[in-house]
C-alpha cells in the first residue's frame, strides 16, 4: 500500500555531515507529517525531527542547531541534513511517514527500514 525508503546512511568522523533521505511512494492521498527517529543499541527509540504538512518542525534537544530536516516540493520526500556529528549520534535512523491512503482513505504511519549511521574516529 504505502513502502517508505531511507538512503545515505555510512560512516563518519566526529564533526563530519551527512544527508539522509526518505521517499515515501504508494496510494498516498496527502501526507500529514514525515519524521526522522533513531534507535541506538540498548536504547529506545526517539524522535529526531520531525515536519508536517503546514511545514511546522520539531527538533529533538539533542540535535537542535546541528541537524535540519527537510521537504522536497512533492512533500513525500524528506531529508535530514546532519552536520556536526558526534559519535552519541550513531544508530540505526527511521523514516516514519504519516500518511492518507487513496485505498482506506484513512491515516496511517508507515516506516522505513532504516539506515545505519556510524561516528566514530
Known amino acids: 500500500q504505502v513502502q517508505v525508503v531511507e538512503s545515505g546512511g555510512g560512516l563518519m568522523q566526529p564533526g563530519g555531515s551527512l544527508r539522509l533521505s526518505c521517499a515515501a511512494s504508494?496510494?498516498?492521498?496527502?501526507?500529514?507529517?514525515m519524521g526522522w527517529y533513531r534507535q541506538a543499541p540498548g536504547k529506545q527509540r526517539e524522535l529526531v525531527a520531525s515536519?508536517?504538512?503546514?511545514?511546522?518542525?520539531n527538533y529533538a534537544d539533542s540535535v537542535k542547531g546541528r541537524f535540519t530536516i527537510s521537504r522536497a516540493n512533492a512533500k513525500n520526500t524528506v531529508y535530514l541534513q546532519m552536520n556536526s556529528l558526534k559519535p552519541e549520534d550513531t544508530a540505526v535512523y527511521y523514516c516514519?511517514?504519516?500518511?492518507?491512503?487513496?485505498?482506506?482513505?484513512?491515516?496511517?504511519?508507515?516506516w522505513g527500514q532504516g539506515t545505519q549511521v556510524t561516528v566514530s574516529s
Open positions: 504508494g496510494s498516498i492521498f496527502s501526507v500529514n507529517a
Open positions: 515536519i508536517r504538512s503546514d511545514s511546522t518542525t
Open positions: 516514519n511517514a504519516q500518511v492518507r491512503t487513496t485505498t482506506t482513505w484513512r491515516t496511517a504511519d508507515y
